[in-house]
């Protein structure tokens, strides 16, 4: 097809990524409008034009890169994921601080809808290598959030060496995660010493962002490993509708939100007095596992067993032995002599009430194709973001050993990362408090 | 050859290799066009040794004899800062005496041994003393193309010998005797592969793989008897692609003669040498029945660094900043390659974990990200 034959496919004063990305919001708009107004059936019937038209705006808007906590973490979680873990490859505490200061650069500008570079991907002339790479020429900024934090390993090696001379500001909790009963780990996705959470409304913009800041990095850092994940799998924000994971059912309905302050000053944000404050107050640390779904055993099961299994209707989403979604889970109501959330199930070990802790999710769907055995490779790339990983996740996680849902997944890869404060002027950059 | 011969014209660019004039130049030059030289100084080269007669020389033409009384094939290179090759003499096989001619300007050198081919070398100091030419940018520039087309010259007359070598082994049946001479014959090839790819005619029957030929086409070169050596041991009927491979390679060395490249096909073909590196030996897929990568590695790793070399003059003027960050890399890369050397060779790709693969590719996508800089600095000119 030749360009203009191309072009003529479009609407007219629209380019192509206009289009597209209309058209994508659009979409998107559809189904949250859909999905309001099937859960929570409340009077906003007559308003699903202006929502769409609301979400439409904000998928294509910028994100404000400045702030007292880091974009990405209460930000309303975009759709798309490209999250990286790197591996520090100098000695050179110097060259590391440089690479910082230029990916902090990059970031302002890439999630501002710009260039990674001053000069741009096509203003260089032809004998520069551009300072971008251009697959996100002319697509608007489609929400970019770009999170870094920090691994254990960057302050302290494996085998011991403080290779930049952090290892007395390790806060405590900074540290690999334990072993947890079913782990299936893969130490090659597991781990690094620094990581980015690029999260976009447009998987273009979210690889574009990473793919340029690893450009960036040669010869300082090296990938480690990466993940796409695609269809948010948590609400970080009452405003949002709670989607579906790929087990089918509503994930994150009662997540921590960004309209709870008092429950992330409790549960997401450390905190002064917290250890490490000098450097992380305001920050946060994040968890990532890679949970792989057993997706044909799951899908030869039962709705009732899945429903048993996770503790809520696959439906609406509601507590089991409730109507809504958003009906209190109240584990002491009993049907026919049974609590109708049963205790092997993940609600009920899940729960805050039951955990005796809050974590703020944030994880995304993966489909890496298909293993050799012809089965879906798929399952929940998890993020989760708490004040202190050991009265976060692991807790959490530790009250799942006789979870009903154990039998449908396997977690194959761990990673723990200290998240600094946002970035707050013109002249601040990633870790400026870590590293001086 | 990882690419198709069509796309890796564009590396070099037909249209800008232009025959050689013989214009008077202020560099150095080797071979027996370099003037005369009013000395003769003795290099007695060992396998663990390297004994120049003079360190200290006046600026002018000067004659080195090199005589290899070690048991391993040597080099002999007069370096200049940043290892960039002033002159050498390949190949020099033991109790064999060779002669290098090179014209020093006013400067501190390292005259070197490399017995067995790789690594450092064996390093004295040389220091010339007299009246340093001053060059324009356009004659530094110049230079450069003189320099490397010198150094296209010296790798294209060790290449016909060592291929000769190999050729005569195949034909021989001599199995452990060609193995052994094939990742040193290609190690020439290697290094100037940007200017032997430029003739698209020859590189795909000198150095293609299986499964690159059009129907029709047979699988020819070096890749074709490599196969026989390691997959089959069988080189009987290997005698005519012997001789083709023989033919073709003294054609390449013919026609490289008139190849001299500007300064910005240098700076291209320094990055497409790595390019070399990240796509094929890192991969593998180079020698995939020899597994001797490794050794391609080293020479396009050597060709690239002696193309960025020659433009050393121009780019310590124009950018220093980047020759020293050039200059760690490259000696990061080489460093990372020689932690992988095993006798007089290299350990083999098959030996190689996962992650020793990641620490090579590291090091040259760092390399790489530090040369792909030097295009823009030489086009301002």
């Known amino acids: 097809m030749s360009d203009s034959a191309r ?78 873990a790197f591996d520090v490859i100098t000695d050179d505490r110097a060259e590391l601080v440089a690479m910082l200061q230029a990916w ?11 260039d990674a570079g001053e000069v741009g991907a096509v203003d260089g002339g032809q004998y520069a290598v551009p300072d971008d790479t251009g697959e996100a ?72 962002a990473i793919r340029n800041l690893v450009r960036l990095g040669a010869g300082v850092v090296s990938v480690r490993w990466s993940q796409l994940g695609f269809g948010r799998t948590s609400s970080t924000s009452s405003g949002q509708a709670t989607p579906r994971n790929l087990f089918g059912f509503k994930d994150g309905t009662d997540n921590l939100k960004a309209e709870s302050p008092k429950a992330l000053d409790q549960f997401v944000w450390v905190t002064d007095g917290d250890p490490g404050a000098d450097w992380l107050a305001g920050g946060s640390y994040v968890v990532t596992r890679k949970i792989r779904m057993r997706i044909e055993p799951w899908d030869t099961s039962t709705l009732a067993e899945q429903e048993q299994t996770i503790g809520r209707t696959k439906k609406a989403g509601a507590p089991l032995g409730q109507r809504d979604e958003f009906d209190p889970v109240d584990f002491t109501k009993q049907v026919d002599g049974d609590f109708a959330i049963p205790q092997t199930s993940h609600v009920f070990l899940a729960h805050p009430t039951n955990s005796g802790t809050a974590i ?27 004040r202190d ?32 404060p946002g970035i707050t002027g013109d002249d601040d950059w990633w870790g400026r408090a870590l590293f001086s | 050859m990882s690419k198709p011969a069509r796309e890796r014209l564009s590396l070099v660019g037909l249209t800008g290799l232009t025959a050689l004039t013989l214009a008077a130049c202020g560099g150095g030059s080797s071979s027996g066009d370099a003037g005369t030289a009013g000395d003769d100084i003795a290099v007695a080269a060992a396998d663990d040794s390297c004994e120049v007669a003079s360190s200290e020389l006046p600026a002018g033409v000067h004659q080195f004899t090199v005589t290899n009384s070690g048991s391993k094939v040597t080099e002999f ?86 291929t000769t070598a190999f050729v005569n082994a195949v034909k021989a049946g001599d199995i452990e005797g060609a193995k052994a001479l094939f990742p040193v014959a290609r190690t020439y090839w290697e290094r100037i592969e940007p200017v032997a790819e430029s003739f698209g005619d020859l590189d795909p029957i000198i150095d293609g793989r299986e499964g690159d030929q059009a129907e029709g086409e047979d699988f020819t070169g070096f890749h074709r008897i490599e196969q026989a050596l390691w997959q089959t041991g069988d080189v009987s009927d290997m005698g005519p692609y012997a001789d083709q491979l023989l033919t073709n390679v003294q054609e390449i060395a013919t026609r490289s003669n008139d190849v001299q490249l500007n300064a910005l096909q240098l700076a291209n073909g320094a990055k497409g040498l790595l390019d070399e590196i990240a796509t094929g ?47 760690d890399r490259f000696a990061a890369a080489q460093a990372e390659l020689a932690t992988y050397r095993q006798g007089d060779g290299f350990v083999f790709y098959d030996q190689l974990t996962e992650d020793q693969l990641r620490g090579l590719s590291d090091t040259i996508t760092a390399l790489t990200a530090s040369v792909s800089q030097v295009a823009e600095v030489v086009a301002q000119k």
Not at chain 1, 11 to 39: H, K, M
Not at chain 1, 366 to 385: K, M, Q
Not at chain 1, 408 to 419: D, G, K, M, N, P
């Open chain 2, 77 to 162: 290179y007069v370096y200049a800062d940043g290892d960039r090759v002033m002159g050498e003499v390949e190949n020099i096989a033991p109790g064999v005496a060779r002669e290098l001619r090179v014209e020093l300007p006013a400067g501190n050198y390292e005259a070197t041994c490399k017995p067995g081919m790789i690594g450092d070398g064996i390093r004295s100091a040389l220091t010339v003393s007299g009246e340093a030419p001053t060059l324009s940018e356009d004659e530094t520039l110049a230079q450069a193309g003189t320099d490397y087309q010198r150094y296209v010259q010296s790798q294209t007359g060790a290449l016909v010998e060592q």
């Open chain 1, 360 to 386: 703020l999710r944030r994880g995304y769907s993966f489909v890496d194709g298909s293993d050799g055995l012809g089965r879906l490779a798929a399952g929940l790339f998890f993020i989760a973001y708490q």
């Open chain 1, 104 to 114: 902090t650069a990059a970031a302002r500008r890439m999630t501002a809808g710009q």
């Open chain 2, 281 to 327: 030996k890192i991969t593998g897929e180079e020698d995939r029945y020899s597994h001797t990568d490794l050794w391609d590695f080293q020479g396009n790793l050597d060709g690239s660094q002696n193309a960025v070399q020659s433009l050393r003059p121009y780019l310590e003027k124009a950018d220093p900043a980047l020759v020293g960050e050039i200059d």
């Open chain 1, 7 to 84: 072009r003529e496919l479009r609407p007219a004063g629209l380019s192509r990524r206009r289009f597209f990305g209309l058209a994508g919001a659009g979409t998107a708009g559809v189904i949250a409008a859909g999905a309001a107004g099937g859960v929570i059936g409340r009077a906003t019937a007559e308003e699903p034009a202006t929502s769409a038209a609301t979400a439409a705006a904000a998928a294509t808007e910028a994100v404000p890169f400045t702030g007292a906590h880091q974009a990405g973490i209460v930000t309303p979680a975009q759709d798309r994921l490209h999250f990286v």
């Open chain 1, 137 to 208: 020429l002319d697509l608007p900024a489609s929400g970019l959030t770009l999170t870094v934090g920090f691994g254990p390993t960057l302050f302290t090696t494996d085998d011991g060496v403080d290779r930049f001379g952090l290892a007395a500001r390790r806060p405590a909790p900074l540290t690999e995660l334990p072993a947890f009963r079913g782990d299936a780990i893969d130490p090659a996705i597991s781990g690094g010493d620094l990581c980015v959470q690029a999260c976009a409304n447009d998987p273009q913009v979210a690889v574009h």
């Open chain 1, 389 to 420: 990983p050991a009265t976060g996740f692991v807790q959490v996680q530790q009250n799942l050993r006789t979870d009903a849902m154990n039998e449908y997944i396997q977690h194959t890869s761990s990673a723990v990362f200290a998240c600094p």
